[in-house]
């Protein structure tokens, strides 16, 4: 069959029923789809996508402003992937929404926002448009040494490196590995940026370019394992890197440090509080990593762990995924994902929101402002609530 | 910017009104195998208000409107085959009161089967409604007001008959209060002992009113589930085995079902017996009088009870994901199906035309039927898989569910969620003073003819 735009998956688009099983969690306790949460069309659901770009590859509807702000209104958290009915294609709908905006960025016709992000990627390497030699200020001051041959390669990534509560939470990880005698180095100044987000929203060539930079340099420098601070970058590593030749084991901070505190190498003082956790797409979703920070603060005496109505694999997403903490294409309101989510952090009682992924923090450090509820809820990184209940 | 888009925004503002092509594409259509039909406006109200003062522009302009819920009808009752406004009601999606003791909930027109039963299962677990085995994200509203059923149908009646009351806004914009909250605060009858003017809205299919809040009958949430399974391949006996299962009046829900694929289910009529209990024992006392009425069958080697443990998973979900999975069974992602209400003792007759039908137009078929009421009636479901890149597929199982629903009426069946030219096969069928009666309260009603224009009318 011949279609308008070339897409890889394009022979199975027809498949979805858009029965809606994808815009729920597994107990149907809400939509469970943060575009569709936030914009109430079904077009903006993962149905309603997989209907129009069927409409689109046969050239029913046109390439539009519309089109694209429903195809980049997706957070990517993989709700869909995990809720479809249908066995044999649902791993690919991800890949399909994809393939759309590649085919976009290649036609050049994306929203704005995506625009400038990747003209920021290309000219400076970093969204921030902020320079290169910027990218390791986070660890002034904390000694941490650069790479050369240490067990880990500590491995920040953009937002990290540049955004104020990236830094504050890379600081605080990397400090801590350090401090607990982790053997461990950074790239600083020469990190190159995962490219994760250049991939979900569709510019192929330039995450080829990325991951082609960061292979050759993490096999020069011999790193074989890599701790990554944001769950996005430990999905490039883990997940896409090995289909381009670089095989390195990759490991999330919580993952190190659930193994300290079993080895006990991480001791606690007694830390009364009540905390809720939010689970990261690209930490739990996309790479089935549940347990490790649960295991780190649960471990915490007097910690007192309470799950939100929507967890592990039925988490709701904090909105930034998918690009979407730097486009903003979902934009703000009541019913913004981060603003959701904090409202069901609330409703636990919890007084701290436990985070794994910068740009989580940030998003819902932003949705707690939205709903005026500081003075009851902190956002707080898992290792800042380690170093908080550690015994000193 | 045209008047009426101005107008609407004004109504349900810029996010709750679309007239971009994308929406206008996707709202066109359903996933059945009707044609589609653009729409001229797409909104999405989110209160009783908004949707009255859009039925009332709607009127002033004589604009056609069509109510929807998750469209997953799929007899194309949600397409606007005149063109005009499809109204999204899914974001009003409130539940709005539950009454334990009186066991009622009254929720907002949009508020779907999966939010409810969350709800339920979070706030009274000891309650719980009649979720149908359609997807979740499928309408409370919707579901009466083609009087859908569910799992406690077997026990209580189609859905509709499990309402309580209702808030509707009538086609010229007037909103009235239907049963007990047209007198009171409370939500506990659609009529009686006032006249039961429910009747009125469900079964009407969107054409005399929209649904903006329903109260709905909930029911008791045993602690335990229990399903057995029993096949025979005699489908001659069927009807009986129902009527001595019926007799028992307790059970939770029967459903009969045949398909051709897998292999291991051909040829075979398999009764999924559901039952519940508070009890280990009053769960092993159900299961013994559900094997004792059939214990005739067994000995005669008629029948017998299915290992059900590889598929008990599967057959006590709810709603049950695996029924919109048979859509991709042609790889082709969609289904339609044929429902006729009729009588159980029909079921060899209806059996055998689903098989004849599947070899006729060379189409795949699978068949369940479930038990309304105690045994009264049954929904016996004629479904056809498709692959949508296939339109000679298509549209011969337009063909063989055309022929699936003369066949019911032929047998003095009725269909159920007809689609428009159904409709008017129903309306020829039907009695002369009977289809003058209904078509004069539509007409009542409605009097320009604006709410789901094309449907409940007769053929031209």
């Given at each position: 069959?011949?279609?308008?735009?070339?897409?890889?998956?394009?022979?199975?688009?027809?498949?979805?029923?858009?029965?809606?099983?994808?815009?729920?969690?597994?107990?149907?306790?809400?939509?469970?789809?943060?575009?569709?949460?936030?914009?109430?069309?079904?077009?903006?659901?993962?149905?309603?996508?997989?209907?129009?770009?069927?409409?689109?590859?046969?050239?029913?509807?046109?390439?539009?402003?519309?089109?694209?702000?429903?195809?980049?209104?997706?957070?990517?958290?993989?709700?869909?992937?995990?809720?479809?009915?249908?066995?044999?294609?649902?791993?690919?709908?991800?890949?399909?929404?994809?393939?759309?905006?590649?085919?976009?960025?290649?036609?050049?016709?994306?929203?704005?926002?995506?625009?400038?992000?990747?003209?920021?990627?290309?000219?400076?390497?970093?969204p921030y448009?902020?320079?290169?030699?910027?990218?390791?200020?986070?660890?002034?001051?904390?000694?941490?040494?650069?790479?050369?041959?240490?067990?880990?390669?500590?491995?920040?990534g953009c937002v990290g490196s540049y955004d104020e509560a990236g830094q504050k939470m890379a600081?605080?990880?990397?400090?801590?590995?350090?401090?607990?005698?982790?053997?461990?180095?950074?790239?600083?100044?020469?990190?190159?940026?995962?490219?994760?987000e250049?991939?979900?929203?569709?510019?192929?060539?330039?995450?080829?370019?990325?991951?082609?930079?960061?292979?050759?340099?993490?096999?020069?420098?011999?790193?074989?394992?890599?701790?990554?601070l944001d769950p996005h970058?430990?999905?490039?590593?883990?997940?896409?890197?090995?289909?381009?030749?670089?095989?390195?084991?990759?490991?999330?901070?919580?993952?190190?440090?659930?193994?300290?505190?079993?080895?006990?190498?991480?001791?606690?003082?007694?830390?009364?509080?009540?905390?809720?956790?939010h689970?990261p797409?690209?930490?739990?979703?996309?790479?089935?990593?549940?347990?490790?920070?649960?295991?780190?603060?649960?471990?915490?005496?007097?910690?007192?762990?309470?799950?939100?109505?929507?967890?592990?694999?039925?988490?709701?997403c904090c909105g930034g995924g998918?690009g979407n903490f730097f486009t903003d294409?979902?934009?703000p309101?009541?019913?913004s994902p981060a603003r959701?989510r904090v409202?069901?952090?609330?409703?636990?009682?919890?007084?701290?929101l436990?985070v794994a992924c910068p740009q989580c923090a940030k998003m819902l450090a932003d949705g707690l402002k939205g709903?005026?509820?500081?003075?009851?809820?902190?956002v707080v990184d898992?290792?800042e609530?380690?170093?908080?209940?550690?015994?000193? | 910017?045209?008047?009426?888009?101005?107008?609407?925004?004004?109504?349900?503002?810029?996010?709750?009104?679309?007239?971009?092509?994308?929406?206008?594409?996707?709202?066109?259509?359903?996933?059945?195998?009707?044609?589609?039909?653009?729409?001229?406006?797409?909104?999405?109200?989110?209160?009783?208000?908004?949707?009255?003062?859009?039925?009332?522009?709607?009127?002033?302009?004589?604009?056609?409107?069509?109510?929807?819920?998750?469209?997953?009808?799929?007899?194309?009752?949600?397409?606007?085959?005149?063109?005009?406004?499809?109204?999204?009601?899914?974001?009003?999606?409130?539940?709005?009161?539950?009454?334990?003791?009186?066991?009622?909930?009254?929720?907002?027109?949009?508020?779907?089967?999966?939010?409810?039963?969350?709800?339920?299962?979070?706030?009274?677990?000891?309650?719980?409604?009649?979720?149908?085995?359609?997807?979740?994200?499928?309408?409370?509203?919707?579901?009466?007001?083609?009087?859908?059923?569910?799992?406690?149908?077997?026990?209580?009646?189609?859905?509709?008959?499990?309402?309580?009351?209702?808030?509707?806004?009538?086609?010229?914009?007037?909103?009235?209060?239907?049963?007990?909250?047209?007198?009171?605060?409370?939500?506990?009858?659609?009529?009686?002992?006032?006249?039961?003017?429910?009747?009125?809205?469900?079964?009407?299919?969107?054409?005399?009113?929209?649904?903006?809040?329903?109260?709905?009958?909930?029911?008791?949430?045993?602690?335990?589930?229990?399903?057995?399974?029993?096949?025979?391949?005699?489908?001659?006996?069927?009807?009986?085995?129902?009527?001595?299962?019926?007799?028992?009046?307790?059970?939770?829900?029967?459903?009969?079902?045949?398909?051709?694929?897998?292999?291991?289910?051909?040829?075979?009529?398999?009764?999924?017996?559901?039952?519940?209990?508070?009890?280990?024992?009053?769960?092993?006392?159900?299961?013994?009088?559900?094997?004792?009425?059939?214990?005739?069958?067994?000995?005669?080697?008629?029948?017998?009870?299915?290992?059900?443990?590889?598929?008990?998973?599967?057959?006590?979900?709810?709603?049950?994901?695996?029924?919109?999975?048979?859509?991709?069974?042609?790889?082709?992602?969609?289904?339609?199906?044929?429902?006729?209400?009729?009588?159980?003792?029909?079921?060899?007759?209806?059996?055998?035309?689903?098989?004849?039908?599947?070899?006729?137009?060379?189409?795949?078929?699978?068949?369940?039927?479930?038990?309304?009421?105690?045994?009264?009636?049954?929904?016996?479901?004629?479904?056809?898989?498709?692959?949508?890149?296939?339109?000679?597929?298509?549209?011969?199982?337009?063909?063989?569910?055309?022929?699936?629903?003369?066949?019911?009426?032929?047998?003095?069946?009725?269909?159920?969620?007809?689609?428009?030219?159904?409709?008017?096969?129903?309306?020829?069928?039907?009695?002369?003073?009977?289809?003058?009666?209904?078509?004069?309260?539509?007409?009542?009603?409605?009097?320009?003819?604006?709410?789901?224009?094309?449907?409940?009318?007769?053929?031209?």
């Amino acid at each position: 069959m011949e279609y308008a735009h070339a897409m890889e998956h394009a022979e199975i688009v027809h498949r979805c029923f858009r029965c809606g099983y994808c815009k729920f969690p597994s107990d149907y306790v809400d939509f469970n789809c943060p575009s569709y949460k936030a914009f109430g069309w079904d077009t903006y659901s993962p149905g309603g996508r997989m209907w129009l770009i069927r409409a689109w590859l046969n050239d029913e509807i046109k390439t539009s402003a519309r089109f694209a702000e429903i195809l980049y209104s997706c957070v990517a958290c993989d709700n869909c992937k995990e809720q479809c009915v249908f066995l044999r294609f649902k791993d690919y709908l991800p890949d399909i929404f994809r393939e759309a905006k590649t085919a976009l960025v290649n036609d050049g016709k994306i929203p704005p926002q995506v625009s400038d992000y990747f003209k920021a990627m290309i000219v400076h390497g970093n969204p921030y448009r902020l320079p290169q030699e910027e990218r390791g200020k986070w660890a002034a001051g904390l000694g941490l040494p650069e790479f050369s041959g240490q067990d880990y390669l500590f491995y920040v990534g953009c937002v990290g490196s540049y955004d104020e509560a990236g830094q504050k939470m890379a600081r605080s990880v990397g400090s801590l590995l350090s401090e607990v005698g982790v053997s461990l180095g950074i790239l600083g100044s020469v990190e190159t940026c995962d490219g994760n987000e250049v991939r979900v929203l569709g510019e192929a060539g330039l995450f080829a370019q990325l991951a082609e930079e960061n292979i050759r340099q993490f096999k020069e420098l011999k790193i074989t394992k890599i701790i990554t601070l944001d769950p996005h970058a430990l999905n490039a590593f883990k997940r896409v890197y090995p289909t381009l030749g670089g095989d390195f084991e990759v490991f999330h901070f919580t993952e190190i440090f659930a193994g300290l505190v079993r080895e006990q190498r991480i001791a606690f003082s007694k830390y009364p509080a009540k905390v809720t956790f939010h689970d990261p797409c690209y930490l739990g979703r996309h790479n089935q990593i549940y347990a490790a920070p649960r295991e780190i603060l649960k471990s915490i005496p007097g910690l007192e762990l309470v799950e939100m109505r929507r967890n592990r694999e039925n988490a709701f997403c904090c909105g930034g995924g998918g690009g979407n903490f730097f486009t903003d294409i979902i934009g703000p309101g009541e019913e913004s994902p981060a603003r959701v989510r904090v409202r069901e952090a609330l409703d636990t009682g919890a007084e701290i929101l436990a985070v794994a992924c910068p740009q989580c923090a940030k998003m819902l450090a932003d949705g707690l402002k939205g709903e005026g509820k500081e003075e009851e809820l902190e956002v707080v990184d898992v290792a800042e609530i380690v170093r908080r209940a550690r015994s000193k | 910017m045209s008047d009426i888009l101005q107008s609407l925004v004004e109504i349900v503002g810029e996010r709750g009104v679309s007239n971009r092509p994308e929406e206008l594409w996707f709202y066109s259509r359903d996933p059945g195998v009707l044609a589609p039909h653009l729409p001229d406006y797409v909104v999405a109200p989110k209160t009783t208000e908004q949707v009255q003062r859009v039925v009332q522009l709607a009127n002033r302009e004589g604009i056609p409107i069509v109510p929807m819920g998750n469209g997953m009808a799929l007899t194309g009752l949600v397409i606007p085959l005149k063109g005009g406004i499809v109204m999204d009601m899914k974001r009003m999606n409130k539940i709005l009161e539950v009454n334990e003791k009186a066991r009622y909930a009254v929720v907002e027109g949009g508020t779907s089967q999966g939010v409810l039963k969350a709800y339920l299962q979070d706030h009274h677990p000891r309650l719980r409604h009649s979720l149908p085995d359609a997807p979740p994200t499928t309408t409370i509203a919707a579901n009466v007001a083609l009087h859908g059923q569910g799992r406690l149908t077997q026990q209580y009646g189609f859905n509709s008959d499990m309402v309580t009351g209702l808030e509707v806004v009538l086609p010229t914009g007037d909103v009235c209060r239907i049963g007990s909250p047209s007198i009171g605060p409370y939500w506990f009858s659609k009529g009686p002992t006032l006249p039961d003017l429910s009747g009125l809205f469900l079964g009407w299919l969107g054409t005399t009113g929209i649904l903006t809040k329903v109260g709905l009958k909930l029911y008791p949430n045993k602690k335990l589930r229990e399903v057995e399974l029993f096949v025979t391949d005699r489908v001659e006996l069927v009807p009986e085995i129902l009527y001595r299962l019926t007799h028992l009046e307790m059970l939770e829900d029967i459903n009969v079902w045949f398909q051709p694929v897998p292999l291991v289910f051909k040829d075979n009529f398999h009764i999924t017996i559901y039952f519940t209990g508070d009890t280990e024992e009053e769960i092993e006392f159900k299961r013994k009088m559900v094997w004792d009425a059939l214990q005739e069958f067994i000995d005669s080697k008629d029948g017998g009870f299915m290992a059900v443990e590889p598929m008990k998973e599967m057959l006590l979900e709810m709603p049950q994901r695996g029924i919109a999975a048979f859509a991709d069974v042609p790889k082709g992602g969609g289904f339609e199906y044929s429902g006729p209400i009729t009588l159980i003792e029909h079921f060899p007759q209806y059996a055998a035309k689903v098989v004849e039908l599947a070899a006729k137009y060379w189409v795949l078929y699978a068949s369940s039927a479930r038990i309304i009421s105690g045994g009264h009636s049954m929904m016996f479901s004629i479904s056809f898989a498709f692959n949508r890149v296939d339109p000679d597929m298509m549209a011969r199982v337009k063909a063989a569910l055309d022929e699936a629903t003369a066949f019911a009426l032929e047998m003095g069946g009725i269909p159920w969620k007809p689609n428009f030219m159904e409709q008017q096969m129903t309306l020829e069928k039907m009695d002369p003073n009977t289809r003058n009666l209904l078509l004069m309260i539509k007409k009542q009603l409605d009097p320009r003819g604006i709410m789901n224009p094309g449907n409940w009318e007769p053929a031209r």
